[in-house]
C-alpha cells in the first residue's frame, strides 16, 4: 500500500516533468499508464475517436459550483492547468448553484431527463447512494484499475461507495472549523474557546466591549448546510440522528434539544444575528469577513478566502477545531462535508472524463488547492507533504479535528435532512420551541425512511 502511494507520487512527479520535456500526447498516455489506465479504457478511447492520432480537440462539460468564493475562481485555475497538460481536451465549465440541494436537484433532473450533459460533475460527498441507487452516476470502480483509489486519504472512497460500488472520486475534504478574531481575543485577554458556552460568553463580553457587532455567525438557513452545523451541536450533546441498524431516527431525545436549545439561545442572546435563519455559507463568510462578528463556522476555504483581497480582517484570523459542551472532552465534533467528481451515465466522451477525474485528483490539481485556497486535500501524498501543511492552516488543525459524518448512506438521506434542517431552521425563528421541533423532525425522518414524503 505504501509503496503503491510512493509509486503513484512518483509517477505523478515524472508526469509533470513529462510535460515539459517531451511532445505532450506523450505525457498524457504516461499519465494514463501511471495508475494503469491505459489498459482498462484504451478501447474506449478508439471507439469515441479520441486517439492519440487524431489532432482533433474533445470538449468535455464540467459541473462545478464555486468553490472559493473570493480571489481566483478556483475551478477556472485547475481547467487552465489541465487544459495545458492535456492540448487535446478541453473542458467547458457549467457554473452550478452554491446551494448543494439546489445543485443535486437540478443534476437529478438533467441526468435522469438523459442529458449526457454535463459529462462530469462535482457533487458533494453525500450523494453516492442517491446518485448510486437511481443509476445517475457511473460506478468509478468498474472504469479504474484498483490501484486507482489507493491515492486517496483512508476513509474518503468507503464514503463515496454505495452497496459495494464506489461512485465518485474525492476532489476535495471540508470539515467544520472555529475561526476567530486573533486581534480582540488578543484585546481582551480571551483564550480560544473551547466550550460552546465559553464561545458565547467571550461573544457577548467582545460585543458589550463594542469591539464588534455580532459574536458568533455560522448556517441556519433552511438547506443542507444547516443539518451539517446542527450535526455538531448534537453529537456533542451525546445525540445521534438514526438508530444503529439506520432504519428509525434516534433523534428525540433530552440530547437533541439541549443541542437546539443553545443553537437558539445564540439568537435570543444577541450573539448570533437573528438573520441567521437565512444564512448560507456565503453570508456567514461576508459577515465575518466585513470585520463584523468574533467567531465563525465554516469549512476549510474559508480561511483563504478571509485572507484575500476585499477581507478586513487579513491577519487577524486564526482557526482551530469547533468547541464542546462543557463537561465533554475537547473537541467538539466537525461534520464532514467535502466533494467529489462523478461521470454522466448518458456522456459521450468517457476516456476524457477519466482523465480529467484522474489529473484534478493527482498530486498537481491537490496541491494547488491545498496550497492556495486552503483546501484539505484528498490525494493523500499531498495531504502529508510538510511544505503543503506549513502554508496551510487549516490542514494543520486537521489532526486534531474529531469527525462526524451525516447519515447519508441510505438513498433517503436528503428527505432525512430536510426533516432536520426545516425543523431547526423553525427552532432558529422561534416559530416553534426545540422540543417541539426535534419530536417534529424525528417525526419527519422516520416517514422519510419509510419510504414515504414528509
Ligand atoms: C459544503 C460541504 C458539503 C455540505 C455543504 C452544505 O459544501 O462540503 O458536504 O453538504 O457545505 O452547505
Not at 433530552?254 to 444575528?273: D, E, H, I, N, Q
Request: hydrophobic share 40%; glycine share 8%.
Amino acid at each position: 500500500m505504501k509503496n503503491d502511494k510512493k509509486q503513484l507520487a512518483d509517477d505523478n512527479g515524472a508526469t509533470r516533468r513529462a510535460v515539459g520535456k517531451r511532445s505532450r500526447l506523450v505525457a498524457s498516455t504516461a499519465a494514463l499508464s501511471a495508475v494503469g489506465l491505459v489498459a482498462g479504457y484504451g478501447s474506449a478511447a478508439a471507439s469515441s475517436g479520441a486517439t492519440p492520432h487524431a489532432a482533433s480537440v474533445t470538449t468535455i462539460t464540467w459541473s462545478a459550483s464555486p468553490i472559493s468564493t473570493s480571489g481566483p475562481d478556483l475551478r477556472k485555475v485547475l481547467i487552465a492547468n489541465f487544459e495545458k497538460a492535456y492540448p487535446n481536451i478541453k473542458v467547458q465549465l457549467i457554473s452550478a448553484p452554491t446551494n448543494t440541494d439546489t445543485n443535486e436537484s437540478q443534476l437529478e433532473t438533467q441526468i435522469s431527463g438523459g442529458s449526457s450533459s454535463p459529462d462530469v460533475f462535482m457533487g458533494d460527498v453525500i450523494w453516492p447512494a442517491v446518485f448510486g441507487a437511481h443509476g445517475l452516476a457511473v460506478p468509478l470502480s468498474t472504469k479504474f484499475p484498483k490501484s486507482f483509489f489507493s491515492r486517496f486519504a483512508p476513509g474518503l472512497v468507503a464514503g463515496a461507495t454505495y452497496q459495494g460500488k464506489v461512485y465518485a472520486a474525492p476532489f476535495f475534504e471540508d470539515q467544520g472549523f472555529l475561526y476567530y478574531r486573533k486581534d480582540l481575543l488578543r484585546k481582551m485577554n480571551l483564550p480560544v474557546p473551547k466550550t460552546w458556552e465559553e464561545l458565547k460568553a467571550e461573544s457577548l463580553q467582545l460585543q458589550r466591549a463594542k469591539l464588534v457587532k455580532y459574536g458568533f455567525v455560522w448556517e441556519g438557513a433552511d438547506y443542507e448546510g444547516a443539518t451539517c452545523d446542527f450535526m455538531e451541536y448534537l453529537t456533542d450533546a451525546g445525540g445521534k440522528v438514526l438508530s444503529s441498524n439506520g432504519k428509525s431516527s434516534a433523534l428525540n431525545t433530552p440530547a437533541a434539544v439541549k443541542a437546539l436549545t443553545f443553537m437558539r439561545s445564540l439568537v435570543t442572546s444577541g450573539v448570533t444575528p437573528a438573520a441567521i435563519t437565512t444564512y448560507q455559507e456565503p453570508q456567514a463568510m461576508n459577515t465575518f469577513d466585513n470585520g463584523q462578528a468574533a467567531f465563525l463556522r465554516n469549512w476549510d476555504y474559508a480561511y483563504s478566502a478571509s485572507q484575500s483581497s476585499g477581507s478586513k480582517v487579513i491577519g487577524d484570523v486564526g482557526v482551530a477545531p469547533l468547541p464542546t459542551f462543557q463537561g465533554q472532552s475537547y473537541p467538539g465534533y466537525s461534520n464532514i462535508g467535502g466533494w467529489n467528481l462523478y461521470i454522466n451515465p448518458h456522456t459521450k466522451h468517457m476516456s476524457q472524463d477519466l482523465t480529467f477525474i484522474n489529473y484534478m485528483t493527482g498530486a498537481a490539481a491537490e496541491h494547488v488547492m491545498a496550497t492556495q485556497f486552503s483546501e484539505i486535500p484528498t490525494n493523500e501524498s499531498v495531504r502529508v507533504q510538510k511544505s503543503v501543511i506549513a502554508v496551510n492552516p487549516v490542514l494543520a488543525t486537521v489532526p486534531h479535528t474529531r469527525l462526524v459524518a451525516r447519515p447519508s448512506q441510505t438513498p433517503e438521506y436528503p428527505k432525512v435532512s430536510q426533516a432536520i434542517y426545516q425543523n431547526v431552521n423553525e427552532a432558529l425563528a422561534g416559530s416553534e420551541s426545540p422540543a417541539k421541533a426535534i419530536a417534529n423532525a424525528s417525526a419527519g425522518i422516520n416517514t422519510a425512511l419509510s419510504g414515504g414524503g414528509l
